[in-house]
């Protein structure tokens, strides 16, 4: 039987960042709608029969466009969640931003992690001190039981925080062929740090 478990990790207070998203988007309204009216504008006639380019309009078409644009690419990450899937061993990590952009993040076989547990622990703080570690923070609520992955990828060490429920940890650590011996660290027992053996 394939063990299989889904899990979406979303915003535990959800209406401060609706809020800003919809004021963002009232400025992303604003900001186009002044820079349509600046691009109008841009190109005059002049008395002669000449044309002129007034280049405040310009500026400003320019201006406020970019920064609609850039409200506008942001403005769904005040939307984002992250979607975990893990399957026989293998643990899958999306982003999704506003429930229309999904990007894939990670792949990660358990076999491959050298360390793993509860974040704050004395396993994570030495691990934050690996030289050459790059730390990847996939999860959205900073005061829920983060769990830490340390693995190695092409040479590089990585480290990725996410945020699963204890049912998924208690599938991850059910069987012994998914985690090696030692590698997951607990809150109070130094003797499951380390290396897989």
Known sequence: ????????????????YSFLYYFSWIWV???????LISVSSIIMATESGGIRINWYALIQAV??????????????????????????????????????????LTALQMKD???????????????????GLKKHNFFVNR????????????????MIVVELHPEMIDMIRSKSSYLGHGVWADENSERLYGSVS
């Open 143 to 158: 005061d829920a039981n983060l769990t830490f992955f340390y693995f190695q990828k092409n040479g590089v060490k990585h």
């Open 63 to 104: 201006v406020l466009g970019g920064l609609a644009f850039l409200i506008w690419r942001r403005a769904d990450y005040l939307r984002v969640e992250y979607d975990y899937t893990f399957t026989n061993g293998n643990l899958d990590v999306s982003r999704v931003l506003n429930n229309k952009r999904r990007k894939y």
């Open 29 to 35: 309204v604003l900001f186009g709608f002044i820079a």
């Open 113 to 131: 992690v050298i360390r793993c547990g509860p974040v704050g622990t004395q396993a994570f703080k030495k691990t934050l001190n690996e030289p």
């Open 1 to 16: 039987m394939d063990d299989f478990m889904e899990q979406v990790a979303r915003r535990k207070s959800q209406g401060f």
